[in-house]
């Protein structure tokens, strides 16, 4: 499944475990070095918890809508060269501690910082 495009439906963000996520409207599960888009098309809550350190080769956020959320439970992360994208008004809140090293861009929106090493 590396290189396609993951949608989020529901909260925990693991990897390889839930089958939370839809690839092309069928239910999948993240592995490492998908694709992940966050966009206003989400059904139920707005909050991604990381519940394992996860290692996407891309996120982006299009938010035009919905408000977001990426927290983690202990020590789980966004780490890897990942680069987050974040497009559209919509506001993205990261409180969780990440360590990926691509970088980010802002092209659209805000994002919250409420973790010193978000």
């Known amino acids: 499944m590396g290189g396609g495009d993951n949608s989020v439906n529901v909260a925990t963000w693991d990897n390889g475990?839930?089958?939370?996520?839809?690839?092309?409207?069928?239910?999948?599960?993240?592995?490492?070095?998908?694709?992940?888009?966050?966009?206003?098309?989400?059904?139920g809550t707005n909050t991604l918890n990381l519940s394992a350190t996860v290692a996407p080769f891309a996120v982006l956020v299009t938010n035009n809508v919905k408000n977001y959320t990426i927290s983690a439970s202990g020590t789980s992360a966004l780490t890897g060269g990942m680069i987050l994208t974040k497009k559209g008004p919509g506001l993205l809140t990261i409180t969780a501690s990440n360590s990926f090293t691509g970088g980010t861009i802002i092209s659209g929106g805000a994002i919250n910082l409420q973790n010193p090493m978000a």
Not at 17 to 43: E, K, M, R
């Open 17 to 43: 475990t839930t089958t939370n996520w839809s690839l092309i409207g069928t239910p999948n599960y993240f592995t490492n070095n998908d694709n992940v888009q966050i966009d206003d098309t989400a059904i």
